[in-house]
Structure formats: C-alpha cells, structure tokens
C-alpha cells in the first residue's frame, strides 16, 4: 500500500475533518477531493493475510470475499480477518489509515475506520448491514507489535539474538558490516559523531571514543563548521588520554595526528599505568602531609591551650595571694555580684559597693574591712 496522492492518508482534526485537503476534480473522473500537492510524504505498508488464507486479488489487494470466508482456519461466525502489517515508513496513524484507505479498517479504530470498524470497539450493532461484529481483545484496538528489530553495530559478533518480552519478539542484529558512514555529520555545527563524545560529560564516553576510534575508525581530522577537530573539544583528561591511547595503538601512519587531529604524544598501555602509579604515589604522598600537618596543629593547640591555662592559674593565685594579704580569703565563687568581704551574693550589682579594687554587699562590710586594713597596718608598723 502505498499514498500516491489520492489515498485519503491524512489524519482528521478533532471535528473528524482531514486537514490539507482541497475540492479540485480528481484525475478528471468528476468532483471530488484531492491533496495539496507537496503537502504529504511517502507512506509505505506491506501485509500478509494469516490464518490460512492465501487467496488475493490479481491487483494483490484483500479479496472482498474475504470476509465472508469458510475456510476451515477462519471463524465462520466473525468477519474479521488477522492481517501482518510490515510498515517501511513511519508517518502517523500509517497502518491505520492504509487499511481503511482498501475498505478493511482495523478493528477498534474509533478514529478512521468505519461504523462496523467502531462497532468492534464498543459491542454496538452496526448499522450499515445489521451484523453484529464480534468484540475482540476487550473492544480495544486490535493492532499490535508482534516484532520489533533493530541493527546494532558490533565488531565483535555477527549473530542475531532474539529475546521475548510478553508475546512481542525483539530481534537485535549485530554486525560490524552495516553499511554506514561512521563520520556522518550533524547538529548546528556539522559534527560527527566522534565530535559529540569528546565533547560529553558521560562517564562512558572515553569508552564509547575508544570504540568509535579503534572498531569504528573513525576519521580524528574530520573538523566541524568552525575547523575544530575532535581533540579540541575534549571535555576531561580522560577524553584526552583516550586520544592519545588511540594514537599508540592505531600508529602514525594512520592519520596526521599532529597537523590534523592536533592530538597528543601516543601513549600506551603501560605508561598509563605508570601515570597511573605516578598519581596514587603522589596521592600518598598528600595525604602523609595533611595527616603531619593536622597533627602539628593539633600539638601547637594544645601548648596554646597550656599556656593559657597556665597564665590563668598564675593570675588567679596572685589575686588571692593579694586577698589575704588585704584580710580577705580566697575566691571560691565566679559570681560578679558577691561580697569580696563575707561572701554573700547580691541580687543586683548595682546594688553593691565599690572600694578601691573590692566590692561589698553594705556599708558596714566596707567599714569592717577597712578597720581590719587598718589594724595590720598597726601591727606592721609595731613589728618594724
């Protein structure tokens, strides 16, 4: 099946309406309805008829009595038939449209198929010929994938594997002879594909380079829009040790690695391991140092914190070594609101009294202890 340009292939709008098309005379067989030329794209589909029925048209369409067939493998109380679709383009609604464009809609397509097509998704008789369509998978759309294929590149097979995912066959092909150019061009900037993997961030992509350069070999001149080579667009070391490693192993008559691909020195394997080592010693060797240098933070903090305690303790035994001097004992308490002379707290300071370098709780605590300062005076002077 294919649209050349009369097959209605196009999808309705929401009022059921099919868009870009126009009133013109068709092919000059009277008034109808045609495409804008230009307006649609090619639109290929293959089918083959199952359950047992070979019979086609001399045309190669679905015979019409098709539907009413007793062939033995086909139910006589339906009028349904299982068809096996094979689309080779990709437009929207593609199968769809291209069975009710020949007169057999799939059954359950609500959207283009036709009153007995859409009786087949809600159980409802048609009203076209009275007959009752039969109600399959649920009333949803009969059409499903029954095989899904892809080709993979792969130089180190050429088998194909398939693998079942719940009635649906997936089959992946692998070979390393597919017929594409590996240095294909793309995007804004005319890049291939070797551009974009030097350019990625991923953690694979100095793997998928490797691949790309040594299995896929391809081309580390090729430049984009702006002249830049791959190696330019390195994104890490690695990226650029990937060329590199490439370099070693592919040669230098590969490619002109250093007027063209403006790659590196060649490295190889071992001395990317000694690199490697190289980097681990020196990790070590950082390592060492912080742990030394913590260490003598540490040391330099606690003879900091020794000293001062020290001086705290020295300045402390002088004041009470003056307190018993002045007459007064030693104190016990940090409080800032107590009585330098008895020792009883006050409930404010402001309250307090202050004398020379002591403060008292009342008067008569300051005359107290200015008649004791004043007695050892006495007894000082009687001593001398």
């Not at 050349?4 to 709008?13: A, E, L, N, Y």
């Not at 048209?57 to 009413?68: K, Q, S, Y």
């Not at 294929?149 to 070979?175: F, I, L, P, Q």
Request: with cysteine.
């Amino acid at each position: 099946i294919s649209n050349d340009g009369t097959v209605p292939f196009i999808r309705p709008d929401k009022n059921g309406d099919p868009k870009d098309v126009v009133a013109v005379d068709s092919c000059g067989s009277g008034s109808g309805t045609s495409f804008v030329p230009g307006s649609l794209r090619e639109a290929i589909t293959s089918y083959n008829v199952i359950d047992g029925v070979d019979d086609h048209d001399d045309d190669g369409t679905i015979p019409t009595a098709l539907l009413n067939s007793n062939d033995a493998t086909t139910d006589t109380t339906t009028t349904t038939t299982r068809v096996e679709l094979t689309p080779h383009t990709g437009r929207g609604h593609q199968l769809r449209l291209h069975m009710s464009s020949i007169g057999h809609p799939i059954v359950g397509d609500d959207m283009h198929g036709n009153d007995y097509a859409r009786g087949g998704a809600d159980g409802k008789e048609a009203e076209d010929d009275g007959r009752s369509p039969t109600v399959v998978n649920g009333g949803r759309l009969c059409l499903h994938a029954a095989k899904l294929s892809m080709d993979v590149w792969c130089a180190s097979s050429n088998d194909d594997e398939e693998e079942d995912y719940g009635g649906t066959t997936a089959t992946t092909t692998t070979s390393s002879s597919i017929d594409y150019d590996i240095d294909t061009i793309g995007g804004p900037n005319n890049e291939t594909p070797l551009h974009v993997a030097s350019s990625s961030a991923h953690p694979n992509a100095p793997s998928l380079l490797a691949a790309l350069l040594l299995q896929g070999h391809a081309n580390p001149c090729a430049v984009d829009s702006r002249g830049r080579p791959p190696y330019f667009l390195a994104s890490s070391d690695k990226i650029r040790e990937a060329f590199r490693l490439a370099r070693g192993t592919l040669g230098e008559s590969h490619c002109a690695w250093d007027d063209g691909a403006k790659v590196g020195p060649a490295l190889s394997e071992a001395d990317v391991q000694s690199k490697k080592a190289k980097a681990l010693e020196k990790k070590r060797r950082q390592r060492a140092r912080q742990k030394e240098k913590k260490a003598a933070e540490k040391a330099e903090a606690e003879e900091e914190r020794k000293r001062i305690q020290k001086e705290e303790e020295r300045a402390k035994a002088e004041v009470d070594a003056k307190r018993v001097r002045d007459g007064l004992k030693p104190k016990t308490s940090k409080a800032t609101n107590a009585c330098d002379y008895c020792g009883k707290v006050v409930k404010r300071r402001s309250q307090m009294f202050e004398r020379l370098e002591y403060v008292y709780c009342s008067t008569e605590c300051v005359r107290r202890h200015q008649r004791e300062l004043m007695a050892q005076a006495a007894m000082a002077r009687l001593g001398g």
